[in-house]
């Protein structure tokens, strides 16, 4: 767990920032848990069943926390991994998750893309509660990570990792595909040869 200052999200785009999804918001509680490594070495299939299932614990975990504040007179809302708004067409996060977790102090977000930290690699899930309770901002992390390594920019299939913009696009087009009537990640090899994972 890990707090953020909304007022430190000065970057977000309009309308994606704390105070866009909750009126008078101060503080943004991120919550995280790691990921089982073996899940890295399923089918996508496997893979995509345990994904599902993290997100749900995250979401239900929020809710408590959520609840907790809420009780002691604050507003909350509470930002899951599956849930936003469309933007031409495509899901966007209320925030994004993993920067409220970079302001939070949890972990770097690395080359993949994905909130790195030494302890859990780049195998977090992550949840949010936003708040207008003013809580103290913990620090961002003080250490590095992908030091001049490149090798999920080089085994990325889709060529989304560059040193000028993760594409988005082609993340999503090469890793997500509708297989029997349900979305399945059929690529996450960006986790897998991260030295972290």
């Known amino acids: 767990m890990g707090i953020a ?34 899940a890295l070495l399923k089918s996508s299939e496997e893979y995509t069943e345990i994904r599902n299932a993290m997100l749900k614990n995250m979401n239900a975990v929020a809710k408590d926390v959520a609840k907790k504040i809420k009780k002691d007179g604050y507003k909350v809302k509470v930002i899951n991994g599956t849930a936003g708004k469309y933007v031409n067409g495509k899901l966007y996060g209320h925030i994004s998750l993993k920067h409220a977790a970079e302001l939070a102090g949890l972990g770097i977000i690395g080359r993949n893309y994905l909130l790195t930290n030494p302890e859990s690699g780049n195998l977090l899930w992550l949840s949010a509660v936003l708040t207008d309770a003013e809580l103290v901002p913990d620090r961002k992390a003080q ?55």
């Not at 889709?158 to 349900?182: H, I, Q």
Request: charged share 20%; glycine share 8%; with cysteine.
């Open 5 to 38: 200052a909304s007022k430190d999200f000065g970057q977000a785009p309009e309308g994606f920032k704390p105070t866009d999804a909750l009126e008078g918001c101060v503080s943004v509680v991120v919550l995280g848990t790691p990921f089982p490594k073996e």
């Open 143 to 197: 250490y590095t990570v992908c030091d001049n390594c490149d090798k999920c920019v080089d085994a990325c299939p889709s060529g989304a990792l560059d040193d000028v913009a993760f594409g988005f696009k082609e993340c999503s087009e090469t890793c997500w595909k509708m297989v029997n009537g349900a979305w399945q990640l059929v690529c996450f090899v960006c986790r897998k040869v991260c030295p972290y994972g």
